[in-house]
Nanobody, 121 residues
Framework: QVQLVESGGGLVQPGGSLKLSCAASGSVSSDIAMGWYRQAPGKKRELVAAITKRNSTTYADSVKGRFTISRDNAKNTVELQMNSLKPEDTAVYYC???????????????WGQGTQVTVSS
């Protein structure tokens, strides 16, 4: 079992910045991929960014060039730096951790409870 706790959400003006943080605890595997998803009302949950333990990253097209994901394997934390925020970035952001086996198969998906990000003037 992996427990995830997000922090850093809030209200920001368009063009502003926020940094989200996520701390993992519990049965944290040595092979774990982490990421951020977001979900707005009436919309499906979508991948924002993901990162492997070797720092290979993936970004949604809508956030490329604006968001940066990073992780600290020693501390079991992942962060999402969000710059040039737009109103369409407004959503609940969820931290995700995927526990993998040696072949890359997902053994367990863990989710944080979510943190609200609102971009509005």
């Amino acid at each position: 079992q992996v427990q995830l706790v997000e922090s850093g959400g809030g209200l920001v003006q368009p063009g502003g910045s926020l940094k989200l943080s996520c701390a993992a605890s519990g049965s944290v595997s040595s092979d774990i991929a982490m990421g951020w998803y977001r979900q707005a009302p009436g919309k499906k949950r979508e991948l924002v960014a993901a990162i492997t333990k070797r720092n290979s990253t993936t970004y949604a097209d809508s956030v490329k060039g604006r968001f940066t994901i990073s992780r600290d394997n020693a501390k079991n934390t992942v962060e999402l730096q969000m710059n040039s925020l737009k109103p369409e970035d407004t959503a609940v952001y969820y931290c995700n951790a995927d526990t993998l086996d040696r072949y890359g198969n997902i053994l367990l998906r863990s989710w944080g409870q979510g943190t609200q990000v609102t971009v509005s003037s």
